[in-house]
Every structure is written in structure tokens, then in C-alpha cells.
């Protein structure tokens, strides 16, 4: 079975509200069928079925009591939560940030990514603007980070210069990932908050941003 078709499995059988329950309990530790049908309020032959089920789709794996050889308990697979997660992601030698004007987006992102990441980041813009928002310094430094407040935008043309192989880009707004045509390799739609200017904006692209660089963070494996 190929690891989409897994995932597709084990999703499937999770999409149960009483099977979610039973793997809810196993979290926190082996149980007997029996233990599940009075912890639950469930009849035996209900619970021996949504176990045929999870079982099949290799979430639990039964093993026989060393006491009471007559008794099994039912357990979590240990890999199970792992091979839920998507597929790894191979680690770049740098991360480009882009957006329109690299005045603000960008310039959070390659602010949060480098507190976070030891892989080199940089930023830029497909229209460089005049120089970096005021609000973006401001809001990183709410966050104890720093921009460079007289730091000039970029071209994306001077960054990429024919986009290395090894460069993870990302577009960071939609006018910069629509303009790239193709150039990038992830797109994150994050809302421009030049527009409201205000603190609670720029905090909130801030947070998107940080939210999206975690995940994509614990996706990374070594080539």
C-alpha cells in the first residue's frame, strides 16, 4: 500500500464519530474490548466491529495479555500518528521571500524565518517600493524582532538571478505570485495590511506568517 493510499485508509476510518472516541482512549492507553464497551456504553458486538475496522486500516494492533492468556489488549500502532502527516518537504539551501513592494510581507517573513531557521533567508519584491513600511518595523518589534528599517527593498530579478535550484521562493501575496508565473514554489495568500495601516493588521499578517513558516518548518527532512 502506497503512504497516500494509507493515509486515505486511516482517514476513512476515522471519519467515525464512535471510532474517533475509541482512538481518543487509546491515546492514553491499551484497553480490553471490554474496557471500551463500558467506558463508552457500547454493546460487544459494536465495539468488535469498529475494531475489525481500525485494525484493518493499521491505526490499532491487539497483543495478549501475559496474565490472563485468554484476555487481549487493544493499542494505538505507534507510527500511526506519523504516517498521517503529509510528505517531507527537502530542505533548501535558502528561502526567498516575495512579495509586491517588499516593504512589509516579505520583510516580516524573512525577519520571522531567520528567529526561527538557521537556512539562510532573503526577501524581495516584483515592484520594489521606495523602502520598508514603517508598521512592519514596528510590528516585528512588538514580536522582539528587528527590520531594518533603512534596509532597500529588492528586486526579485536581483535575488533570484535565474532562481538557483537550490532557492525555496515563496510568494507571500497575490499580486507577487500571480506576476511570477510560475517562478515560485509556494504561495501563502497573506492579506495585505498596508491598506488598514493599523497595529492589529500588521499583527495579524504577522501571525499568518509565523503560522505557515511553523508548519512548513516541521515538514523539512534532509535531502
Partial sequence: ?????????????LADPTRL??????????????EIELLLKLRS???AHH???LEKAGIVSRSRSEFDKRRTYIGLRSEIFDTLTPGRVEVPE???????????????????????SDIPAVSAGVDPG???NPAAVEAAARHGLVIDKAKRPLHVDEVLDHHDDHDLVITVCDGAHERMLGRDDLHWSIPDP??????????????LIAQRIRALSRRFTTA
Avoid: H, K, Y
Fill in 1 to 13: 500500500m502506497t503512504e497516500l493510499r494509507r493515509r486515505v485508509a486511516i482517514l476513512a476510518a
Fill in 21 to 34: 472516541r475509541i482512538v481518543d482512549l487509546l491515546t492514553l492507553g491499551d484497553l480490553a474490548s471490554s
Fill in 45 to 47: 458486538n459494536l465495539v
Fill in 51 to 53: 475494531l475489525r475496522v
Fill in 94 to 116: 535558502r528561502v526567498v521571500f516575495v512579495c509586491t513592494a517588499n516593504s512589509a510581507r516579505s520583510q516580516l517573513a524573512e525577519a520571522i524565518w531567520r528567529d526561527s
Fill in 130 to 132: 521606495a523602502g520598508v
Fill in 194 to 207: 498596508a491598506p488598514l495601516g493599523t497595529p492589529e493588521a500588521f499583527d495579524s499578517a504577522f501571525t
